[in-house]
Every structure is written in structure tokens, then in C-alpha cells.
């Protein structure tokens, strides 16, 4: 009994801690966005460990502010989509990419002077991973809602009922119940309709 209380405790403190760590995480991502602002407003930034120069931009400022305009929706769209606990956590993978894209976009265009446009509209690019994210979602909301209410769609093929049939489950136990109640009267099943149960009502 010991060593099971143990094991949930340990379990429910690493859990508490992870969601410390992304709450603090979220609460500073303000403050992540105004690091920039540490960073000199020159074409090259020397440290002693490295030298930066800022070709497209023209100023580490300027190239900052744009790294740190995606990078921190960059961070919440990732922790969000590590702890979303919804069906549909799969299209979060869309803006991700997005943001992803445009991150790498901007560092290739400050590197090598060679602008990528994707702020320009140049989504083309992921086009064929939009289509496929989202397919992936649709996917797993078929077998979600399957699971949930427990629909099999080779059985609607069996049933006289259309899908769109305004007739209710109860009123159709009720129709059946009439057709089995003249079926032990001698009357002919196939002749008997659904319009024939609501003219005798």
C-alpha cells in the first residue's frame, strides 16, 4: 500500500512540475518577444564568442524583433499542441509549420540576402502539407465520432431508413411493432408502408 502511494505521488509531483514549468513558460512569453530589445541597433554585433551581421535587415534590432515575433507564437503553438488533449490537436501542426517556415525564412533571408516572400504570400509552399495535416485530422474525427456513438456506415446500407429521415428511433420501434402485429394477423409484410402506420394513428 506503501509503495503505491508512493508511485502515484511520484507520478502526480512530475506531472505538477511539467505543468509549472509550461505555466511559467507561458506567463514570461511576453517578456521572451522583448529580448530583442537587448541587442544594439548596428549592422554587426561583435561578442567574444561570435560575430553577427545583419545583411538583409541591415540592423541586429530589427533582425531580432522579426526572430523573436516568431520564435515565442512558435513556442506557445508547441506547448500547446503537446498538451491539448482534443481530437483536433493535429491542426495545430498547420501554424506551427507556418511559423516554423517563416523563422527559418527569415534567418535565410538575413543570411544570404534572398528573400523567401512567405510574408508575401508565398504559401504555395505548404500547400501540400496543409492538405495533408488536415486530411490526418478528418481521419481521426471519423474514427473518434465512430468510437463515441458507435456508428458502423456498412450498416446503413441494410436499414430502410435513409440518414436523413425525420423519423425518430422510437416512432420507427413503434412501426415495426405495427408491421409485427399485422404480420400475426395474416397481413402481407411487403405491401405495408411507414405512410400507412401515420394515416391509421
Known amino acids: 500500500m506503501k509503495l503505491k502511494s508512493k508511485l502515484s505521488t511520484g507520478g502526480s509531483s512530475g506531472f505538477l512540475l511539467t505543468g509549472s514549468i509550461i505555466a511559467i513558460c507561458i506567463a514570461f512569453s511576453p517578456y521572451l518577444f522583448y529580448l530583442y530589445e537587448i541587442f544594439p541597433s548596428t549592422r554587426v554585433w561583435e561578442t567574444s564568442f561570435f560575430t553577427y551581421e545583419s545583411n538583409y535587415y541591415q540592423d541586429v534590432l530589427t533582425a531580432a524583433w522579426t526572430y523573436t515575433s516568431k520564435l515565442v507564437p512558435l513556442l506557445l503553438l508547441i506547448i500547446w499542441f503537446f498538451t491539448c488533449k482534443h481530437w483536433w490537436y493535429h491542426v495545430i501542426l498547420v501554424p506551427l509549420v507556418m511559423y516554423g517556415f517563416q523563422l527559418v525564412a527569415a534567418f535565410y533571408e538575413d543570411y544570404y540576402q534572398h528573400v523567401i516572400g512567405m510574408d508575401n504570400g508565398d504559401l ?26 458507435g456508428i458502423d456506415l456498412s450498416e446503413l446500407d441494410e436499414t430502410e431508413i435513409s440518414v436523413f429521415s425525420n423519423i425518430s428511433d422510437k416512432e420507427m420501434k413503434e412501426v415495426r411493432s405495427f408491421q409485427e402485429e399485422d404480420e400475426d394477423n395474416g397481413i402481407d409484410q411487403s405491401n405495408i408502408l411507414i405512410e400507412d402506420y401515420y394515416r391509421k394513428l
Open 124 to 149: 504555395i509552399y505548404m500547400a501540400p502539407f496543409f492538405i495533408f495535416i488536415l486530411s490526418i485530422v478528418y481521419l481521426v474525427r471519423i474514427k473518434v465520432f465512430d468510437r463515441i456513438y
